[in-house]
C-alpha cells in the first residue's frame, strides 16, 4: 500500500508542474474471480485484475475530471499535460477547489478490519464446490417444498449459482494536504431458482450473501431455502383488487423506498431547488418511529470509511430521529455552490452514508404478519420511478396477500402509489429483522392506508 501512495504523490506532483493550481489524484488497484454455476456445470468463470488513475484538475478557476489506466511513467506525463490544456479551455467555475484542509483533520483511529487475511486461500476447486453445493441445496429446498404442497411435483426449469471474490487497493491525495488509503475484501454467494406453472408462467426467486469476510457470509443452506421460498412464493400469483391496504414492506425492498425519502436530501437536488424537503431541517418528515443513525466506523461494514468522498474526516451522526430530519448530505463542491448563490454560507455536511442503524421495533417478521392480520406484503419492486421535487411516487412491485395473519396468494403486476410526505408518515411498525446484506440494513416495516392498484 506504502507503494500505491507514494505513486499516487507522485502524480499529484507531477500535476502541479505541469500547470495545475491544485490536484485531487485516485488510484487504484482491484483484483476479483466471479464464478457461475448453472444445471450442474460452470456456465461463467471471470478473473480479472484492473487498476486505474483519477485525477481532478483546478486550473486558473476552471475545473475537470480524467482517468486513465496506462500507469507507465512514459505515458503519465503527456497524458497529464493534454489534461491541463484541455481545463484551461473550460468556463471558470469559482465554486471549484480542494475543500477547507481543515476538515480533513479528526481522522477516528478505529481499525474497520476491512480485510479479510484468508483472502487468498480460496482455490479455484473451493469456489466450483462451493457453486455446486449451492445447486444442490437448492433443488433440495425446492423438492422440500413441493412435496409439502400436496399434488403434482413443481417442476424446476432451471438452478444458477455464483460465487466470487475481490480484493481492492487504493490510494488518493489532495495537493493541499489530504492523503489516504484504502484496502478491502468482500465475498458472495448467490443462488436463482426458476419454477415453472401449469400455464406457463416461470416464477423465479433468489438468495444472496455479500460481506467483507468469508466467515461472516450466510451458511449456503439459508440462501438456497431462501431463493426457494422466494420462487415457490410466486406460484399462482393473481392481481390485486384496488384499494388502500396495510402495506408490509419486506426487510430486503424497503431499500427501494428508504432511497427515495433520502435522495432529496443531497447537495445537488437542494442546490437546484428540486428537493421536497429543502427547509425542513429540525422538522417531522416522517412517523415517529423512524429513527435513522449513520454509523460510518462499523467494523467489516462494507461501507465503512474513516473518510468521505471529499476527504472528510466521518463521525457517526444522526439522519433522521423520530421522525424529525436532523442533517442534509451536502458535498463541499454544492455547499459552496449555494454560499455563492444564495449569498449567505451553506455548511458542507459530507454527502456519504456509509452503515445506517435503526431504531429496531420488538417483531420480527412472521409476528409483523399475524399483526397486520388483513393487508398487503411486499417482498419486490419491478420498476416505477419517484420526484425528489414533489414527492410523487409510482412502483411496481409484487408480493402476498396476509389474510387472517398468514401469508396467502401471491400478487403481481401491482402498483403502490403515494407521495413521500405522506408514506414514511403512514409507517407504523419497524420490525426487529433487520436485512444484513449491504450498508442500509432495512428491517421489514408496515405502512398504514397504502394506495395499492391491479394493473
Known amino acids: 500500500m506504502t507503494q500505491l501512495l507514494d505513486q499516487t504523490r507522485r502524480v499529484a506532483d507531477l500535476a502541479l508542474s505541469l500547470g495545475a493550481s491544485e490536484a485531487r489524484v485516485s488510484l487504484g488497484r482491484n483484483r476479483g474471480v466471479n464464478l457461475g454455476w448453472r444445471d450442474g456445470r460452470i456456465e461463467t468463470l471471470e478473473d480479472h485484475t484492473s487498476q486505474g488513475l483519477s485525477v481532478s484538475l483546478f486550473v486558473d478557476g476552471r475545473f475537470s475530471s480524467h482517468s486513465t489506466g496506462d500507469l507507465r511513467p512514459e505515458a503519465l506525463e503527456p497524458f497529464l499535460r493534454e489534461a491541463v490544456a484541455m481545463t484551461r479551455l473550460l468556463e471558470p467555475d469559482p465554486a471549484r477547489s480542494l475543500p477547507d484542509p481543515a476538515r480533513y483533520a479528526g481522522r477516528a483511529a478505529v481499525d474497520l478490519d476491512s480485510v479479510d487475511a484468508g483472502y487468498g486461500d480460496v482455490t479455484a476447486e473451493r469456489r466450483r464446490d462451493e457453486a455446486r453445493a449451492l445447486e444442490e441445496l437448492t433443488r433440495d429446498a425446492a423438492a422440500a417444498l413441493s412435496a409439502g404442497r400436496g399434488g403434482p411435483a413443481v417442476e424446476v426449469v432451471s438452478v444458477s449459482t455464483g460465487v466470487g471474490d475481490h480484493r481492492g487497493q487504493s490510494a488518493r491525495v489532495h495537493t493541499n494536504g489530504f492523503e489516504g488509503e484504502r484496502e478491502g475484501t468482500s465475498f458472495y454467494a448467490s443462488a436463482s431458482l426458476t419454477l415453472k406453472e401449469a400455464d406457463g408462467k416461470r416464477p423465479a426467486g433468489g438468495g444472496f450473501t455479500y460481506r467483507a469476510h468469508r466467515g461472516d457470509l450466510r451458511p449456503l443452506e439459508v440462501v438456497a431455502r431462501e431463493a426457494a421460498e422466494e420462487a415457490f412464493g410466486k406460484l399462482g400469483a393473481q392481481k390485486l383488487a384496488t384499494g388502500k391496504y396495510t402495506t408490509l414492506v419486506k426487510a430486503e425492498a424497503v431499500g427501494r423506498l428508504l432511497g427515495a425519502l433520502l435522495a432529496p436530501l443531497s447537495g445537488g437536488a437542494l442546490q437546484q431547488r428540486r428537493s421536497l424537503w429543502e427547509g425542513r431541517l429540525e422538522t417531522q418528515i416522517a412517523s415517529p418511529l423512524l429513527t435513522l443513525r449513520d454509523d ?136 426487529a429483522d433487520s436485512y444484513p446484506e449491504g450498508a442500509s440494513n432495512t428491517p421489514s416495516c408496515v405502512f398504514e392506508g397504502v394506495q395499492l392498484s391491479g394493473v
Not at 452514508?353 to 409476528?367: K, M, R, V
Not at 398468514?406 to 408518515?425: C, F, H, I, P, Q
Open 296 to 431: 460510518p466506523h462499523v467494523p467489516r461494514g462494507l461501507s465503512s470509511s474513516l473518510w468521505d468522498g471529499d476527504g472528510f474526516a466521518t463521525a457517526p451522526r444522526p439522519v433522521i430521529e423520530a421522525g424529525v430530519l436532523k442533517t442534509f448530505l451536502i458535498d463541499d463542491y454544492h455547499a459552496k455552490k449555494m454560499s455563492l448563490e444564495r449569498g449567505e454560507p451553506v455548511w458542507a455536511t459530507g454527502a456519504s452514508l456509509h452503515s445506517l442503524q435503526w431504531d429496531l421495533g420488538p417483531l420480527g417478521f412472521d409476528a409483523l404478519v399475524a399483526d397486520v392480520r388483513d393487508g398487503v406484503m411486499i417482498d419486490s419492486f419491478l420498476g416505477g420511478n419517484s420526484n425528489a421535487t414533489t414527492g410523487e411516487l409510482s412502483l411496481g412491485c409484487a408480493g402476498r396477500r396476509i389474510r387472517d395473519g398468514r401469508l396467502a396468494e401471491a400478487v403481481t403486476e401491482v402498483n403502490l402509489s403515494g407521495n413521500l410526505k405522506d408514506l414514511w408518515r403512514q409507517l407504523v411498525a419497524v420490525g
